[in-house]
């Protein structure tokens, strides 16, 4: 049985938002396991432990460069180890730079783009300079490049911790804008419920499960509840049947029909999202230096 330890029920109860006992309890149940322990609570405790998947886990930014014509464009994830490197002009020159490159130039991967030149040096040479002079390491994370069918529009939030690009066609300049801040602020995972990956609705219906089956009620009723919560979750997460934020009467899809407009795609970078950050108490570090120091 792995030891359950104070750092542990800190971390999930800070990505949770569930009480310390429960988060003592699920990693208990889980053996350690910080992901599994996350399920049990959210089985236990509803949606309210899903505050994990919108938790930033490391510091950079996220860079967007569209063309003068709005049908060439590029958002990128650039990342480093604290907020204060996200906010150096270096490190943000560079990842406005390599997403102009991925744009222009239609890089296949990372590793492609990290070959490429940038005034008279590699990427990934530049990339080593730009570590060696801040001390701290920088790393291009992900990218995607967009050929439009209509017209490409961008927002970012919170010092570029929050980037979204997508494909409109029709539509007005406002109604692009207010649906690029819309997928900011809801975060959809998918176009349409069509389009919801089948891993994350099984994993709902998984939980789903669990929870129904909690109730004690008949067979029938649970898979009924299942489905219900599966239903649901979907319509949730995908874009064209969230309720418009600055509208909840109408959704995304019935302001489109109202403007004449389609989406075609989108893309979604939240900074650090999915990376597990390293937390470290600065306070025992420089205690332990200075009793190193001492001896």
């Given at each position: 049985?792995?030891?359950?330890?104070?750092?542990?029920?800190?971390?999930?109860?800070?990505?949770?938002?569930?009480?310390?006992?429960?988060?003592?309890?699920?990693?208990?149940?889980?053996?350690?396991?910080?992901?599994?322990?996350?399920?049990?609570?959210?089985?236990?405790?509803?949606?309210?432990?899903?505050?994990?998947?919108?938790?930033?886990?490391?510091?950079?930014?996220?860079?967007?460069?569209?063309?003068?014509?709005?049908?060439?464009?590029?958002?990128?994830?650039?990342?480093?180890?604290?907020?204060?490197?996200?906010?150096?002009?270096?490190?943000?020159?560079?990842?406005?730079?390599?997403?102009?490159?991925?744009?222009?130039?239609?890089?296949?991967?990372?590793?492609?783009?990290?070959?490429?030149?940038?005034?008279?040096?590699?990427?990934?040479?530049?990339?080593k300079?730009?570590?060696?002079?801040?001390?701290?390491?920088?790393?291009?994370?992900?990218?995607?490049?967009?050929?439009?069918?209509?017209?490409?529009?961008?927002?970012?939030?919170g010092?570029?911790?929050v980037?979204?690009?997508?494909?409109?066609?029709?539509?007005?300049?406002?109604?692009?804008?207010?649906?690029?801040?819309?997928?900011?602020?809801?975060?959809?995972?998918?176009?349409?419920?069509?389009?919801?990956?089948?891993?994350?609705?099984?994993?709902?219906?998984?939980?789903?499960?669990?929870?129904?089956?909690?109730?004690?009620?008949?067979?029938?009723?649970?898979?009924?509840?299942?489905?219900?919560?599966?239903?649901?979750?979907?319509?949730?997460?995908a874009?064209?049947?969230?309720?418009?934020?600055?509208?909840?009467?109408?959704?995304?899809?019935?302001?489109?029909?109202?403007?004449g407009?389609?989406?075609?795609?989108?893309?979604?970078?939240?900074?650090?999202?999915?990376?597990?950050?390293?937390?470290?108490?600065?306070?025992?570090?420089?205690a332990?230096?200075?009793?190193?120091?001492?001896?």
């Open positions: 049985m792995a030891e359950i330890t104070a750092a542990m029920v800190k971390e999930l109860r800070e990505k949770t938002d569930a009480p310390m006992m429960e988060c003592k309890k699920a990693l208990t149940e889980a053996g350690g396991d910080q992901e599994k322990a996350e399920e049990i609570l959210r089985v236990k405790l509803g949606n309210k432990a899903g505050k994990a998947a919108s938790r930033v886990a490391a510091e950079g930014v996220v860079s967007i460069h569209i063309s003068g014509d709005q049908k060439l464009g590029a958002i990128v994830e650039v990342n480093c180890e604290t907020d204060f490197v996200a906010k150096n002009d270096d490190f943000l020159a560079l990842s406005a730079k390599l997403a102009e490159m991925v744009a222009t130039q239609d890089p296949a991967d990372v590793a492609a783009l990290s070959a490429m030149s940038i005034n008279g040096s590699s990427v990934e040479e530049t990339r300079a730009l570590v060696g002079k801040i001390g701290e390491n920088i790393s291009i994370r992900r990218f995607v490049r967009v050929a439009a069918k209509g017209t490409l529009n961008n927002y970012i939030h010092g570029s911790k980037g979204v690009l997508v494909d409109i066609t029709g539509g007005d300049v406002t109604m692009a804008k207010d649906i690029a801040m819309h997928i900011a602020a809801s975060k959809p995972v998918a176009l349409s419920i069509a389009d919801v990956p089948v891993a994350l609705v099984e994993k709902e219906r998984e939980i789903a499960r669990q929870k129904a089956a909690e109730s004690g009620k008949p067979a029938e009723i649970v898979a009924k509840m299942v489905e219900g919560s599966a239903a649901k979750f979907m319509k949730e997460v874009l064209l049947s969230q309720p418009f934020v600055k509208d909840d009467k109408m959704t995304i899809e019935a302001l489109l029909k109202s403007k407009a389609s989406i075609s795609a989108f893309t979604l970078y939240v900074v650090g999202e999915g990376i597990e950050k390293k937390v470290t108490d600065f306070a025992a570090e420089v332990e230096a200075a009793a190193a120091a001492a001896r």
